[in-house]
T-cell receptor
Framework: EAQVTQNPRYLITVTGKKLTVTCSQNMNHEYMSWYRQDPGLGLRQIYYSMNVEVTDKGDVPEGYKVSRKEKRNFPLILESPSPNQTSLYFCASSLTGTGGFSGNTIYFGEGSWLTVV | GESVGLHLPTLSVQEGDNSIINCAYS??????FIWYKQESGKGPQFIID?????DKRQGQRVTVLLNKTVKHLSLQIAATQPGDSAVYFCAEKFLNTPLVFGKGTRLSVIA
């Protein structure tokens, strides 16, 4: 079954304690992306990756890091989480982010609820 | 900067009626638009898309209309059902730049 898997789904952590949210896709997609979703602000892109070893900042990259060492994995790293990073996070993947792009080829994970206290 | 927005944050409709969700976009160069549905506790799901060289596209019970003159996008849902209750997002794309999502409209269906 084609899917994007995020872990953990729910996490409460403390300020400053490094954490990683993993994302894995089984569709051999080139393009992967992280979003955060906050009330009244919709989905905002944090980072994206066009392919292995290629990552770029989205709209709200501050406080986050990513890596793309393998095609299937795109972890989101919070080196020193702060309360303003409390949010719902979504990982997404698609076959390509450029030519031939189609909305129905974007797959979203189920979301990761992160609370930083 | 360019942004994608929605006219109404919430919309309540009677079951069986038609729903219209609107979206304004500001990047006149955007060449691709998508509507997503997000149910509670789930990630966004693709509903329908339209390219900038079209003004209308129909799917099953849904129609997307694109008015490039006024930079307006709408999603029409025919015979709205309780299962249509969700948050709906429009998104726009320009060439190889990432998708830009609107803030979302919550659709509530009254049985």
């Amino acid at each position: 079954e084609a899917q994007v898997t995020q872990n953990p789904r729910y996490l409460i952590t403390v300020t400053g304690k490094k954490l990683t949210v993993t994302c894995s896709q089984n569709m051999n997609h080139e393009y992967m992306s992280w979003y955060r979703q906050d009330p009244g602000l919709g989905l905002r892109q944090i980072y994206y990756s066009m392919n292995v070893e290629v990552t770029d900042k989205g709209d709200v990259p501050e406080g986050y890091k990513v890596s793309r060492k393998e095609k299937r994995n795109f972890p989101l790293i919070l080196e020193s989480p702060s309360p303003n990073q409390t949010s719902l996070y979504f990982c997404a993947s698609s076959l390509t982010g450029t030519g031939g792009f189609s909305g129905n080829t974007i797959y979203f994970g189920e979301g990761s609820w992160l609370t930083v206290v | 900067g360019e942004s994608v927005g929605l006219h109404l944050p919430t919309l309540s409709v009677q079951e069986g009626d038609n729903s219209i969700i609107n979206c304004a976009y500001s990047n006149s160069a955007s060449d691709y638009f998508i509507w997503y549905k997000q149910e509670s506790g789930k990630g966004p799901q693709f509903i329908i898309d339209i390219r900038s060289n079209m003004d209308k596209r129909q799917g099953q019970r849904v129609t997307v209309l694109l008015n490039k003159t006024v930079k307006h996008l709408s999603l029409q849902i025919a015979a709205t059902q309780p299962g249509d209750s969700a948050v709906y997002f429009c998104a726009e794309k320009f060439l190889n730049t990432p998708l830009v999502f609107g803030k979302g409209t919550r659709l509530s269906v009254i049985a």
